[in-house]
């Protein structure tokens, strides 16, 4: 954020201004200003400084500056006081226009109270009865904190000088007085979370921020509803001031400008609704957003050359949307449908020779040539051309491949696909295959897909893709995917969870291989796992001689500190050597299967293996063997020891009871039973 929008300073600014002469005080207000031109309240306090000097001219162009674009009752209340004192002297006329622009601008908000106060006081001193009943009649009608007053005023007023007349107007008044008082408590309520003392600062996100957006988001909505039932020129000025209003503290959110000029449109104010857009883009010069709207508005209602300079100014910015080519895509689309092909296809030349020209400039006119030209030789010229400059682009190779195959062109896409496949490097070229297996699935036979696919799954297999562990092996997986069509599977979702799982505990079990199989002779562990159990000879153990020594605190509660396995030396002074701990370590099939299915290592620090694994064999889980009836003893966790979770005991003998598992069987799942009731642990991956 720009340091000069620092909100706190500023704050701290204008205190000290507040203490100093107006002449070292001006260049403070003038900063501040420069950085906040919306701040009413810095408005408000330089006015009064110049007033409190008698620099009647320098006040004069103050409000001259700001009260346009600051619909703020306090600041308008500085502009009338200063009306008064310049035109004390025979100048009631005057007087009188000021009110009138006073009330005409903020008359109808909230706090507008004081000023419509102000203004009956005046013509009371001047003894303007007329007057002074049109006043009363239009306050008693605009919901504000001052109503209750005014209305009581206005009935003093009508009964001093006519009881009939007073009679039948209060008759007439009282329902519209009565409205105007619900709609201002709606109103109050609408209003009670806008901070009207916030500056007008960047979008951070904030929630303080976000709580504003949507405090004004709210009283447009109320305003919008019109539940006073007022006639729609008054009600379309309420939204206005409050769309003023919000533009003061939220002129950095381009939203709010937008929905601030189509609202004008919809309402059939075109001609607002550009002066609009040329405040937003002053106060947002850089906004892409706002100047593609601007432009469409422009040329929506006929002024092209409006809209192209815009454009042409979007193009000169050197902007993001300059450096990416989307301005010069637009541009090329703005003139094929203002000014036709010659137009678009003379843009289009030039601008292939800037440096800012990348594929998608190629893309956009070969879609205009084939979409509204139709001209098919054109647009498979400008690829060609292009394929010159991208030819180590995938995703402009597929835009070359979609027209070939729109046009069944099959002859040329076979041999465009072989052209990128040559020339792309292996990490790039996966779309271009999965896009080569599609095209075969519909323009070829099943040799020609078959084939392809293999060589898809050699040439992804060089770069550690998902085929590495399978590149000359078919699976049910790619049946599957042959066979699909469009939401149609030759499976049922049941199925196609199964095969996905089975593949991805493939792919992870060959990552385990594939690591352990890099470990140096040196580094792996002398005591190989019993053959017997092939389940646990998919562990990979830890190298702990490659481990760097690491200084442990050991824990005195653990009397007997065993190694990982066999003989491998583990981390001094943590671990002691314990023959029995390789056969805790290949008999448990839970602590087997756990091992076996550890997602690989994706960055991080690196634990220490055999201290972790250590520590939690070691933990003191009391351990029996509960005989079966084919002879083989089975692992059992004794819980007596835990705390009794009666819920979860209930539920577990419903899941016993049931006699039936939902789901399909996954790799490494186990199940044991303890009393009358079953632990089932799942291994995911």
């Not at 189509?262 to 405040?279: C, H, I, T, Y």
């Not at 432009?295 to 929506?300: F, K, V």
């Not at 351990?623 to 577990?652: C, H, W, Y």
Request: hydrophobic share 40%; net charge neutral.
């Amino acid at each position: 954020m720009d340091p000069n929008l620092n909100v706190h300073s500023a704050s701290f600014q204008a205190n000290q201004a507040r203490r100093l002469p107006i002449s070292e005080a001006a260049p403070i207000y003038e900063q501040l200003l420069a950085a906040f031109p919306t701040a009413a309240k810095f408005w408000t306090q330089y006015a009064e400084a110049q007033m409190a000097a008698n620099n009647d001219e320098a006040t004069k162009n103050i409000f001259a500056r700001c009260l346009l674009k600051c619909r703020h009752v306090p600041l308008w209340q500085a502009y009338l006081n200063f009306v008064k004192k310049v035109n004390s002297n025979n100048g009631l006329e005057g007087i009188k226009e000021a009110f009138d622009f006073a009330i005409d601008s903020v008359g109808d908000d909230i706090a507008s109270g004081p000023v419509w106060l102000d203004y009956i006081s005046f013509l009371k001193g001047s003894n303007q009865i007329v007057s002074m009943r049109k006043v009363y009649q239009k306050a008693v009608v605009s919901p504000n904190h001052n109503l209750d007053q005014i209305w009581s005023e206005y009935q003093s007023f009508e009964r001093t000088y006519n009881k009939d007349l007073a009679k039948s107007l209060l008759a007439e008044f009282s329902g519209k007085f009565n409205r105007a008082k619900i709609v201002y408590w709606e109103r109050r309520n609408a209003v009670k979370d806008i901070d009207f003392s916030m500056l007008a600062v960047p979008p951070t996100g904030s929630p303080r921020e976000e709580g504003q957006w949507m405090a004004w988001k709210k009283l447009l909505a109320f305003e919008k509803e019109n539940k006073q039932m007022i006639d729609v020129a008054w009600c379309n000025k309420r939204i206005v001031l409050v769309y003023e209003q919000c533009l003061m503290y939220l002129c950095h959110y381009p939203d709010m400008w937008y929905d601030y000029a189509m609202w004008l449109v919809n309402s059939g104010s075109v001609d607002a609704a550009v002066e609009v857009f040329k405040r937003a883009l002053t106060a947002l010069p850089e906004s892409e957003m706002l100047k593609y709207a601007y432009a469409e508005l422009e040329e929506s209602r006929g002024g092209n050359q409006a809209a192209k300079k815009i454009y042409e100014s979007l193009l000169g910015d050197g902007g993001a949307s300059t450096t990416s080519g989307l301005a010069q895509i637009q541009f090329l689309r703005f003139l094929r449908r203002t000014e036709g092909i010659e137009a678009a296809r003379s843009y289009f030349l030039e601008a292939r020779k800037s440096q800012n020209c990348t594929c998608n400039v190629y893309i956009a006119y070969a879609n205009i040539a084939v979409c509204q030209d139709k001209n098919m030789k054109l647009a498979l010229n400008v690829f060609e051309a292009g394929m010159k400059l991208f030819l180590h682009e995938p995703e402009y190779i597929l835009e070359y491949l979609d027209l070939l195959i729109r046009l069944n062109d099959d002859i040329n896409a076979r041999a465009l696909f072989e052209r990128a496949l040559c020339s792309l490097p292996t990490e790039k070229s996966v779309e271009i295959w999965n896009r080569f297996v599609k095209f075969e699935q519909n323009y070829g036979n099943l040799t020609s897909l078959l084939k392809v696919e293999q060589r898809k799954k050699e040439a992804l297999s060089r770069i550690g893709g998902e085929e590495k562990s399978s590149s000359s092996e078919s699976s049910l997986q790619d049946v599957v995917s042959r066979y699909t069509f469009r939401n149609l599977c030759p499976c049922s979702v049941k199925d196609l969870d199964h095969l996905t799982r089975e593949e991805s505990l493939s792919r992870n079990m060959n990552r385990k291989l594939d690591s352990a199989s890099t470990v140096p002779t040196e580094a792996k562990p002398a005591v190989v796992p019993d053959s017997s159990v092939p389940v646990s000879a998919k562990v990979v153990y830890p190298a702990t001689n490659q481990t760097m020594p690491t200084t442990v605190v050991p824990n005195p509660g653990l009397r007997s500190q065993t190694p990982m396995a066999g003989n491998v030396q583990t981390t001094t002074g943590l671990v002691g050597g314990d023959p029995k701990f390789d056969d805790v370590l290949h008999t448990a099939p839970a602590l087997v299967a756990f091992l076996t299915n550890m997602p690989q290592q994706v960055g991080g620090p690196t634990p220490d293996v055999d201290v972790v694994l250590s520590f939690i064999l070691q933990s003191d889980i009391p351990i029996s063997r509960k005989r079966k009836a084919d002879g083989r003893d089975d692992e059992v966790n004794l819980l007596q020891d835990l705390p009794v979770d009666v819920f979860k005991m209930r539920q577990l003998k419903k899941y016993q009871g049931s006699g039936s598992q939902s789901g399909s069987a996954s790799y490494g799942s186990s199940s044991c039973s303890s009393g009358d009731y079953s632990v089932v642990t799942r291994n995911t991956i």
